[in-house]
C-alpha cells in the first residue's frame, strides 16, 4: 500500500505537551503490486496524538495524568479536553490516519464515537448539552 499526496494543510491539535501540529493531506491509496489507484482519501499524519490504532479506540494515558503535564500551562482537565477536541476534528477530517507507532489505519466511526461521547462526559459543554437535549442524543 502506497499513499499518493495533491494537497495538504496543517492544522493545530493540541495534545500531551501543548502546541503540537498535525499534517493532512489529500490524496489517493496505490496498490503497491499493481500500481492501482484503490481509492481517493484524506491521511492525517499526526504524530504522538494517535499513538496507534488500538489508541484510536480507547481511553488514553491523559486520562490519569496525576499532576505531570510535562510542558503544558494548563490544568489537567484543560489539557485533557484539549487532546480530546484535537483527536475528534482529525477523526472528523480523515480517511487514514499515521499514528506515531504502527501501521497507517483507516479511520472507523467506532473511534470517533467513543471520542466523541467520553468528551461529552468530560467537560462542561458536554454536560450541558446532555442536560438540555438528553432527548436527542445519548450519552
Keep these: ?12 491539535t493540541p495534545g500531551q505537551r501543548g502546541p ?4 493532512i493531506v489529500n490524496g489517493r491509496l496505490v ?13 492525517a499524519v499526526t504524530g504522538n496524538l494517535f499513538m496507534d490504532v488500538q489508541d484510536a479506540s480507547r481511553v488514553s494515558f491523559l486520562d490519569t495524568l496525576e499532576g505531570n503535564y510535562g510542558e503544558s500551562n494548563c490544568d489537567k482537565e484543560n489539557l485533557i479536553n484539549g487532546w480530546r477536541q484535537s483527536r475528534m476534528s482529525i477523526l472528523e477530517r480523515a480517511d487514514w490516519v499515521v499514528p506515531a507507532y504502527g501501521p497507517p489505519f483507516k479511520v472507523s466511526l467506532t ?20 442536560s438540555n437535549y438528553s432527548h436527542h442524543i445519548s450519552v
Excluded at 31 to 43: A, D, F, P
Design 1 to 12: 500500500m502506497l499513499f499518493t499526496f495533491f494537497q495538504f494543510c496543517v492544522i493545530g
Design 111 to 130: 473511534f470517533w464515537l467513543n471520542s466523541y461521547s467520553k468528551y461529552l462526559r468530560n467537560s462542561n459543554i458536554g454536560m450541558a448539552l446532555a
Design 20 to 23: 503540537q501540529v498535525s499534517l
Design 31 to 43: 496498490e503497491l503490486k499493481t500500481g492501482e489507484c484503490r481509492e481517493s482519501c484524506r491521511i
